[in-house]
Every structure is written in C-alpha cells, then in structure tokens.
C-alpha cells in the first residue's frame, strides 16, 4: 500500500509534467462510465493528492480523480501513437 511519501512524490512529479499542458484526447474503456465527457482541449491546472486519490484539476472546473489503489502505481504513456496497442 501506497504510504503518504510516496503520494506526495507521485503527485509533485504529476504536477511538475503535466501541469499546464493540453489534454489532447480523452477514451473511457469502462462501459459504466460513458457519461464522462471527452476532456480533449482542456488543460491542467494543477494536481494534488488526499489520501490515496491524485486529483488532476482541468481549466474548466472539471477535475480526474483516479485511486491509487494498493499498489500506488500510476502508469501513463508519454505518445501513444508510437507505442502498439
């Protein structure tokens, strides 16, 4: 289980790369969740961390948040264009 070092590390790296960037596009796999809309445009504001959940806060009011579970991993690709799906 991720302990609280390791959520603020997590959330300060976050926050140094990707705060002020465009979210180019957005896809939800869950089927459960089709009423999220695409973030495409939007930018980071700033992210932060409560707990065990890194809240990603966008330009538009809107934030991410996602739990990091209990193996406190949070995998991202930097182009997905070049990696194989």
Do not use: C
């Amino acid at each position: 289980m991720p302990e609280l070092p390791e959520e603020e590390i997590l959330s300060r790296q976050l926050r140094s790369k990707i705060s002020g960037r465009e979210v180019l596009s957005s896809k939800v796999y869950d089927h459960k969740l089709v009423d999220i809309k695409n973030i495409g445009g939007r930018r980071v504001i700033t992210v932060e961390h409560n707990s065990k959940m890194i809240n990603i806060f966008l330009d538009d009011g809107n934030s991410i948040s996602v739990h990091l579970r209990t193996t406190g991993r949070f995998l991202w690709r930097e182009n997905a264009a070049k990696q194989k799906t």
